[in-house]
T-cell receptor, first 113, second 115 residues
Framework: ETAVFQTPNYHVTQVGNEVSFNCKQT?????MYWYKQDSKKLLKIMFS???????VNETVPRRFSPQSSDKAHLNLRIKSVEPEDSAVYLC????????????FGPGTRLTVL | GDSVTQTEGLVTLTEGLPVMLNCTYQ??????LFWYVQHLNEAPKLLLK?????KRPEHQGFHATLHKSSSSFHLQKSSAQLSDSALYYC??????????????FGKGTLLTVTP
């Protein structure tokens, strides 16, 4: 049963374009995350929000910016995409920080030509 | 900083044989360990998480024991099934608040079970 929704499923774009990915969770969780899963399946945290406040901002290029409108939504914008941004972007949520299970969405696969 | 090292690359097993995927970690503060599993074209989902006492978590025949003395949280199953074929991640969270509670993943182990 899907409870973390991501759109779009796939996106193909050219270098230099701007893209936005959406994420919504219906679990009533307070914490949401964005992860990047690269072609080697390495899974790395990019951002985490708790009660709409930025908690973790890993060393990602400044062209990436998260946007939180409320606790159920966390979007990701990439201002000017680069080829190395090609990856699957996974959104997740949890009911708290630390020892709580994270629920992942199906991901958005970005291909930059 | 926190880090997780797990059996890298591909592990291929015949159905019915035992499964052992290694996971060791380094953590400055108070580690909490997880195993996540990702089947092909699906999202990662939680398989197991450690307890703070000495209980051994179990799920779908898999179990893992946190050994703080050796900084390990190896994943085991007595008999592999074809449906166990998936990518397995060991992950660490510092529950004391160090590293802002972020979840650090190992590089993943791809388990393939053959008939």
């Amino acid at each position: 049963e899907t409870a973390v929704f991501q759109t779009p499923n796939y996106h193909v774009t050219q270098v230099g374009n701007e893209v936005s990915f959406n994420c919504k969770q219906t679990l009533g969780h307070d914490t949401m995350y964005w992860y990047k899963q690269d072609s080697k399946k390495l899974l790395k945290i990019m951002f985490s929000y708790n009660n709409k406040q930025l908690i973790v901002n890993e060393t990602v290029p400044r062209r990436f910016s998260p946007q939180s409108s409320d606790k159920a939504h966390l979007n990701l914008r990439i201002k000017s995409v680069e080829p190395e941004d090609s990856a699957v972007y996974l959104c997740a949520s949890s009911s708290g920080l630390g020892a709580y299970e994270q629920y992942f969405g199906p991901g958005t696969r970005l291909t930059v030509l | 900083g926190d880090s997780v090292t797990q059996t890298e690359g591909l592990v291929t097993l015949t159905e019915g044989l035992p499964v052992m995927l290694n996971c060791t970690y380094q953590s400055t503060y108070s580690p909490f360990l997880f195993w996540y599993v990702q089947h092909l074209n699906e999202a990662p989902k939680l398989l197991l998480k450690s307890f703070t006492d000495n209980k051994r978590p179990e799920h779908q025949g898999f179990h893992a024991t946190l050994h703080k003395s050796s900084s390990s949280f190896h994943l085991q199953k007595s008999s592999a099934q074809l449906s166990d074929s998936a990518l397995y991640y060991c992950a660490l969270s510092d529950v004391s608040g160090g590293s802002n509670y972020k979840l650090t993943f190992g590089k993943g182990t791809l388990l393939t079970v053959t008939p």
